[in-house]
């Protein structure tokens, strides 16, 4: 063997080998593996950029929203991903400041969901609104009465949070940390994290409210007008309660697809049976208070609009169905199976149920966008149908890709999972 | 919305709105503002080297997190609460008047000298004659990665802490990270050849060697890292082989499977 190579220690350049990015004791599949299973997602990702150069560079006309019909499957998608990113504010808050411990096991996924989730709806916001060269406008010149300004404004500043709470996480990694300046960063920027967790829930709980407040204030759309306490209506808490009961759920559902997808064991059994726990303890009171708020709106406030129940739900495709869905089916028998020990003990169980309540609240956010707007809410008016062109599935499936991507080197890059090495030796032998 | 823009009004809704944002954004410039001063502190005070061993210690599985007294059976299980410098451990003296005796320092075959100091990093500390300290890497480390491919050493005149960086090697490809095992600084670099790496003109004098090992808990430690080495050793990466009652090869990092063998390295190095 050759006589060793002694360099001073401040002059050594290498070359960046995939392996040494990777964390030590993490086993990831070869890059050449890795590499084939992102080219689909950046293929799609291509094409959902195509789209929206088109949707930037002629109007919305490249899509099939029009003056009545001006929300859409973006619109949707924003609800959803807003809702189902709630994992990181709500899970942050249960960590940093209710301190349980255990979710320090999921903690780096909730706040990469909360970032991708995040990122991607303003994204798709830009799109929608069209002109993001005056997006700052919104800041400058916002309309005061609109709900939407609180939101914006919370959107924009917990983007902001979730940026600093992900950055600790990206620093983590092998090559990175050998940076003194970014490792002492990290470290101290981590100390603060429990200040930004606190701030992330109170911006949190403003923009999930005033997102489903800015339907309930809709008078001139019966369907999705809703009284309230104050200036808030009921939408206003239902989204807050929704958003915490199914953010930790989303999480689990991720967790259990990367379990899947990658063959490892990343968190204990008894954390995942914790998220469930949490989410069934807080489906609970969202679909009692859901179903309460329905019986008053059906019976009361739609009635004093003069819309009878019934004609809300004699245009097809939007029947009774839609709310025994969202409710029960997606309310209640997630709620009960999850927080029932015996069932959120059995895997399955604990994935079906995680499923069945994301669903429920995306078939909330979906109902209040389209069914609000395509229901007939004056006399000459007619049941509007409107289904997305490809710009608008391109885009949408854009968003998903960039999470797919985004989620995936961070897997592969960073250390996400504290318990990883244990289990996995643990399942090794 | 703001004064002095179109739409802005005195009013409380509008004030307490802008108050509301701005000391949001305040909240947040300052959390960064203090991350980099704070950051730039560390490092203009040398804690860059503690902070990494901090972090890194946290991320150890805990049988390597376990107290020198729980090796030797005096603390069963005891986790060790200060990052493995027994120096501003109030326990640690309770134990270490509790023992007494000498014993022979030679398992499997490795040679571990008593009048040396060991850190649980596989190193070695001789003080000399000089008032200077001697550093190498003890029989474990030298037998395992043989002679390094490459050594990257502190020049001379720098400083090393305890539990920070002391070098970094590497072997077939895989670096580790040695850790120092005492404060001071670096008076000369050494070689493999020459069996030892760093002579270090310790902070104090005498030199505070309290952290290191020695003694009868030397062999207790050894016959732990060498169960360690045959669970690393064997196909399920957790089950120890039996030992033939040999010596431990030169080089038996190449003897780990290659899919563990970063891992192993890193282990036995205390790099997670």
């Known amino acids: 063997m050759a006589d060793a190579a002694f360099v001073p220690m401040t002059a050594v350049a290498k070359p960046l080998r995939d392996r040494r990015l990777i964390t030590r004791g993490l086993d990831r599949c070869s890059l050449p593996v890795f590499s084939a299973w992102l080219a689909p997602w950046f293929v799609m990702l291509a094409v959902g950029l195509y789209a929206t150069y088109l949707a930037l560079r002629f109007g919305l006309n490249q899509t099939n929203m029009d003056n009545r019909f001006a929300f859409g499957l973006w619109i949707f998608l924003d609800l959803g991903v807003i809702a189902l990113g709630a994992g990181a504010f709500f899970s942050g808050f249960l960590l940093y400041i209710m301190k349980l ?3 320090q096991a999921v903690i780096n996924t909730a706040v990469i969901l909360g970032f991708v989730c995040y990122s991607g709806a303003i994204a798709v916001l830009l799109v929608d609104v069209g002109q993001p060269l005056r997006a700052w406008f919104t800041f400058w010149h916002p309309n005061v009465h609109s709900m939407l300004t609180e939101v914006t404004f919370c959107i924009s500043c917990y983007l902001a949070v979730l940026t600093l709470e992900y950055l600790p996480i990206v620093l983590k990694n092998r090559r990175l940390k050998q940076n003194a300046s970014f490792l002492v960063f990290e470290w101290e920027l981590h100390r603060l994290v429990p200040l930004l967790a606190g701030i992330g829930t109170l911006l949190s709980f403003f923009h999930q409210g005033s997102l489903g407040g800015l339907y309930g204030v809709l008078r001139g759309r019966p369907f999705a007008y809703r009284a309230g306490l104050g200036i808030w209506p009921t939408t206003f808490f239902l989204f807050i309660l929704s958003a915490m009961a199914v953010g930790p759920s989303f999480l689990l559902l991720v967790l259990s697809a990367v379990e899947g997808i990658t063959g490892k064991k990343l968190v204990a059994a008894d954390v995942k049976m914790t998220l469930g726990k949490i989410s069934g303890w807080l489906l609970i009171p969202y679909v009692l208070l859901k179903s309460v708020d329905t019986l008053v709106w059906l019976h009361s406030t739609s009635r004093q609009a003069g819309f009878r129940p019934w004609e809300y739900y004699c245009w097809k495709p939007f029947g ?28 399955w169980m604990l994935v079906l149920s995680a499923a069945l309540a994301c669903t429920g609240v995306l078939l909330n956010r979906f109902v209040l966008t389209i069914q609000t707007l395509a229901l007939p809410t004056l006399a000459f008016d007619k049941f509007m149908v409107y289904y997305p062109n490809w710009q608008e599935f391109a885009v949408f499936g854009a968003v998903v890709a960039y999470a797919v991507i985004v989620y995936s080197l961070s897997y592969r890059y960073l250390p996400l999972f504290p318990q990883e090495k244990e289990l996995n030796r643990v399942s090794r032998s | 919305m703001f004064p002095g823009v179109d739409g802005f009004h005195w009013t409380f809704a509008h004030i307490f709105f802008v108050s509301v944002f701005l000391s949001i954004a305040a909240a947040l410039a300052g959390i960064v503002i203090a991350s ?33 007294h729980a090796v030797t059976g005096e603390a069963p299980g005891r986790i060790c609460p200060n990052a493995f410098d027994c120096r501003h451990c109030e326990e640690h003296a309770k134990f270490r008047q509790a023992r007494a005796g ?22 070695w500390v001789t003080p000399q004659k000089d008032g200077t300290l001697l550093v190498g890497l003890d029989a474990i480390g030298e037998h395992m990665v043989g002679k390094p491919d490459s050594v990257r050493m502190p020049a001379p005149g720098s400083r090393v802490v305890t539990n920070g960086e002391g070098w970094r090697m590497s072997k077939d ?10 404060d001071g600084t670096v008076v000369q670099t050494g070689t493999p050849q020459d069996g030892w790496y760093l002579r270090v003109q310790p902070d104090s004098h005498p030199p505070d060697l309290r952290h290191l090992l020695r003694g009868e808990e030397i062999e207790a430690w050894v016959s732990r890292e060498i169960e360690r080495l045959q669970c690393a050793l064997s196909p399920d990466a ?17 003897e780990v499977p290659a899919a563990r063998r970063d891992e192993v390295l890193g282990e036995m190095f205390l790099e997670p």
């Open chain 1, 320 to 347: 009774f169905w839609v709310l025994l869905a969202e409710i029960v089916v997606c309310g209640f028998v997630p709620a009960i199976l999850l927080i029932r020990r015996a069932t959120r003990s059995r895997p």
């Open chain 2, 173 to 182: 490809g895989f670096e580790v990270r040695v850790l120092a095992p005492i």
């Open chain 1, 101 to 103: 411990r255990e979710l």
């Open chain 2, 102 to 123: 000498q014993c022979d320092n030679a398992a499997c075959g490795l040679f571990y000298p008593n009048y040396r100091y060991y850190h649980r990093g596989h190193t």
């Open chain 2, 36 to 68: 980099l001063a704070r950051g730039g502190r560390d490092i203009a005070n040398g804690r860059a080297g503690q902070i990494r061993w901090s972090l890194d210690f946290a991320e150890l599985p805990l049988e390597l997190r376990q107290c020198r």
């Open chain 2, 238 to 254: 957790d089950t120890p082989l039996l030992a033939d009652g040999g010596v431990l090869m030169e080089e038996f990092i190449r």
